[in-house]
């Protein structure tokens, strides 16, 4: 299983800072999918980071048990965190992780649940996923609730996830100035950037030694006709197997 290095952090990135931390080699950096404050991800923010050569993981988060607030907050979250994606460049199709930045407890669960599962049918257009402990980590996914996980070492006990694409295994550290929290993915993410990927190379359905293996046929037949409309038929057909296999009309 290939490992990845990356970090978390509520600072926002600059053009030296992100190009200091792909120097030191990582290559995913979480941050706010919120839509104002100090730690709001921007759009010029997520193009430095982009530019950079670094992913992004979105991940929402006002409070840290904003979670508390059961369906009608996960609602409402989703429908924020959509629009905010949509701001800063974020493609449809990746991911965006809601925190449940606490200790969950059991009492408590059936709630962070519907806080999860309505956060999901609010962002039809992503996937979803959940950031916090293992318990979390276990009741959202016997749930079913999102798609995503991304746990925190911390009030996990000392256990971990099987299925999760984030681990997040060690916090408040201070690198290039900044503090950051220490992560690791194991594929899956979710991630994005704004730099939009080259056009692919054109395909053919056919090759030009098929094609040109073809063409003769056509033009014997070509030849033994002497209505104007038929061979006109037999032009366009060599020109179509031209075209089809990437080869100039004629």
Known sequence: MKVTKGFDCSTPLTVSTAAAFVKDGYLFVARY????????????EADVISKAGLQIVSVFETTANRALGGRSAGMADGATAVQVAKQVGQ????????AVDFDVS???????????????????????GVYGSYSVMKAVQQAAACSHYWQTYAWSGGKKSSFIQIYQYLNDVIEHGIGI?????????GWWNTISPPDPEPSYPLTPEDANAIIPFLSAGYEATSLQAARDEFHRLANELRKASGQPEQ
Do not use: R, W
């Not at 999918?33 to 010029?44: D, E, H, I, N, R």
């Not at 806080?115 to 996937?127: D, N, R, V």
């Not at 929290?181 to 993410?189: L, P």
């Open 91 to 98: 493609p449809e199709g990746t991911c965006i992780y809601f």
């Open 33 to 44: 999918l919120v839509p104002s404050g100090f730690k709001a991800l921007t759009k010029s």
């Open 181 to 189: 929290d220490h992560d690791e993915s194991y594929g899956n993410e």
């Open 106 to 128: 059991s009492a408590q669960m059936a709630t962070v649940i519907a806080y999860i599962q309505a956060a999901s049918e609010a962002t039809p257009a992503f996937t979803t």
